[in-house]
């Protein structure tokens, strides 16, 4: 079974300025990884059979896809050092962000239902980052710690239920301050399965209170038919 706590952060000063420069790292590159897919979509999505007869051949490369998109990280913090300073499990869920947001338009959900065209995310359009694993006692009194941000403060309204480990973070900038949410997991509840259930004559019940009870009484005039 799995639950989510939100609560609310108190960062510092040089804590919340570190969090907001990664806000802005992850929104360039999400908005650099979606532009590299879409690039190589418009370019290679006609049959051969189909393409027109005037237009710009499209130099030949591997389709941009997810372990490729993450791998490029490699070379990302070797290209522009300031990608360092931050965690590879937000880096990472960057590239997963731009995977899912792509396919769902191109491909659709598990149902088949596509989702409109994603957009490029603007200043302020990026407001979460991800931790996949933090350390199940990653909150010790009113601070959890945070990899690469340390100890931050927050305000504990309520307590982890016992049984229950901390499996994942989201920290998300709000109007009104810093949130984070904690995945909880506890193995040994199980999860609740979804039964869907076919009505048919004999699961179904109907029930009829038929006109004349509405007429005694509501006090309606009998219809002369």
């Given at each position: 079974m799995r639950i989510a706590y939100q609560y609310k952060l108190l960062p510092t000063y040089e804590q919340r300025c570190r969090m907001d420069k990664w806000l802005d790292l992850l929104r360039c590159q999400y908005n650099y990884l979606l532009a590299d897919r879409f690039d190589w979509w418009e370019m290679n999505r006609c049959p051969v059979n189909a393409c027109p007869l005037v237009c710009r051949l499209a130099e030949p490369r591997e389709q941009p896809e997810y372990y490729g998109q993450k791998r490029s990280l490699v070379s990302l913090k070797q290209e522009r050092e300031w990608y360092c300073d931050l965690h590879a499990d937000v880096l990472q869920d960057m590239v997963k962000r731009v995977d899912?947001?792509?396919?769902?338009?191109?491909?659709?959900?598990?149902?088949?239902?596509r989702s409109g065209k994603p957009r490029f995310k603007g200043k302020n359009r990026y407001r979460t980052f991800a931790y996949q694993r933090v350390k199940p006692d990653c909150i010790q009194g009113n601070q959890v710690t945070l990899p690469k941000l340390g100890e931050v403060k927050l305000i504990q309204h309520r307590r982890v239920p016992d049984g229950f480990t901390i499996k994942r973070a989201l920290v998300t900038k709000k109007a009104d301050g810093w949130y984070v949410t904690l995945t909880l997991e506890d193995k040994s509840v199980p999860d609740l399965p979804a039964i869907e259930i076919q009505p048919t004559e004999t699961n179904s019940i109907g029930v009829d209170a038929g006109l004349e009870y509405f007429i005694e009484n509501f006090g309606f005039e009998t219809p002369p038919f």
């Open positions: 899912l947001a792509f396919k769902r338009f191109i491909k659709g959900d598990k149902n088949g239902k």
